[in-house]
């Protein structure tokens, strides 16, 4: 079991002194019902490590010396309701990168997108984009490049991309589009000569992403877990990939059947390579590796 040495204010002689503090089975259990009640995600004690270590910086910022006087006052307490935020914030971070998974990206604009403007008979149409489970934003920043190059391109079509996560600190980030060079690598250089802004410092090594990508996107809070989605019902295509993973089967029949009452007729759901819908109850039909589509007929 891993210590984590916690640092704390020692008023009574002016300095500081360690403590210790493990992350036991009784505290790992109350912090993974709650995570698991309010968005879904399981913790087993497999990630206890993990949980420890995040936590452990929420001890040292607000002065707790050990983690049950700690959910005690973030569960229990009238004065801790703001701290459920930042516990929910720290233990639902998850890697994301520009262009993961690529091909998914190459069937979204190579088949999904002509797919959908076909059945529009050549009228120029708003296409819809909900991107789930944005965190920091990379995910919803390469769609926006995507459909910009095929609005560019002359395709009749616009486009609106919804970008939710739960995490308010993923949120911040994103909308701030804000990136290192080496997070920003995986663009392609045409790219990024044609949709990124450098900082005028050179020494910083930093991008944001330009007018014509943050300006279609809207970044939102929301809940996977909530019953009903705070959401548009004519979705065209819906990006929801590597967040099921960390639910159980039941949590993702249910997230599937909310996203499927959000697609349009003919909309596509997008899921992580890890992810498949197997198993699951739904009317979607696999069209392409883990990419699923609505039919037209209902």
Request: proline share 2%; net charge positive; charged share 25%.
């Amino acid at each position: 079991m891993q210590n984590l040495q916690v640092q704390v204010s020692d008023k009574s002689t002016g300095g500081s002194r360690q403590h210790s503090v493990v992350l036991d089975e009784r505290e790992l259990k109350r912090v993974s019902d709650f995570i698991g009640s309010e968005v879904g995600i399981q913790l087993p004690m497999t990630k206890r490590t993990l949980v420890e270590s995040r936590l452990s910086k929420r001890l040292r910022v607000l002065g707790f010396t050990d983690f049950k006087s700690y959910l005690d006052y973030t569960l229990k307490s009238i004065d801790g309701a703001l701290e459920k935020l930042q516990l929910i914030d720290v233990l639902t971070t998850n890697k994301t990168s520009f262009y993961r998974e690529p091909d998914h990206f190459e069937y979204l604009v190579n088949y999904a997108i002509p797919a959908i403007t076909k059945s529009s008979n050549g009228v120029r149409r708003e296409i819809n984009v909900w991107c789930a489970g944005c965190s920091t934003g990379e995910e919803a920043y390469t769609l926006s490049i995507e459909l910009n190059r095929i609005e560019g391109a002359g395709e009749k079509v616009l486009f609106n991309i919804l970008a939710t996560d739960i995490s308010h600190s993923c949120l911040s980030k994103a909308s701030q589009g804000v990136y290192t060079d080496r997070q920003a690598e995986s663009i392609p250089e045409e790219l990024r000569k044609k949709y990124l802004l450098r900082s005028r410092n050179a020494n910083e090594a930093l991008v944001q992403m330009g007018p014509k990508l943050r300006h279609r996107i809207k970044f939102k809070n929301l809940n996977l877990m909530d019953t009903r989605f705070d959401a548009p019902k004519n979705m065209d295509i819906i990006f929801c990939r590597n967040v099921m993973i960390y639910f159980n089967n039941q949590l993702r029949e249910e997230l599937v059947a909310k996203f499927e009452s959000h697609l349009a007729k003919g909309g596509y759901l997008f899921v992580g390579h890890s992810e498949s819908l197997n198993g699951i109850k739904t009317t979607l039909k696999q069209v392409a590796p883990m990419v699923y589509k609505k039919s037209s007929e209902k």
